[in-house]
Nanobody, 125 residues
């Protein structure tokens, strides 16, 4: 079981930037993809961005393309989400997640092996 610890998030005005990070521990022999889901009040949890084990392949939801960037460190245990040009509709709890592949994470929450505790991102208009 992978343990995920998130940091970052907070409150920012529309048009501003925030960054999130997530560090994985507890699983060193199997490759895995990592990603960020978000869940707004009353909404389903949705995949925002994901990155492959080697960091070569990434996925972005249409709503964040061109504004968010996901990256992974050389040790492959930490991922980052740089969020620029934030909009009020980006307000949500953001969850770090681990799954077998980016494609599996795109399928949805049922494919997630482990979740982080969640961090609040709030964007004021």
């Amino acid at each position: 079981q992978v343990k995920l610890v998130e940091s970052g998030g907070g409150l920012v005005q529309a048009g501003g930037s925030l960054s999130l990070s997530c560090t994985a521990s507890g699983r060193s022999t199997t490759s895995y993809a990592m990603g960020w889901f978000r869940q707004a009040p009353g909404e389903e949890r949705e995949l925002v961005a994901a990155i492959s084990w080697g960091g070569v392949y990434s996925y972005y939801a249409d709503t964040v393309k061109g504004r968010f960037t996901i990256s992974r460190d050389n040790a492959k245990t930490t991922i980052y989400l740089q969020m620029n040009s934030l909009k009020p509709e980006d307000t949500a709890v953001y969850y770090c997640a681990v799954g077998p592949t980016v494609h599996r994470l795109q399928i949805g929450v049922a494919m997630v092996d482990s979740w982080g505790q969640g961090t609040q991102v709030s964007v004021s208009s």
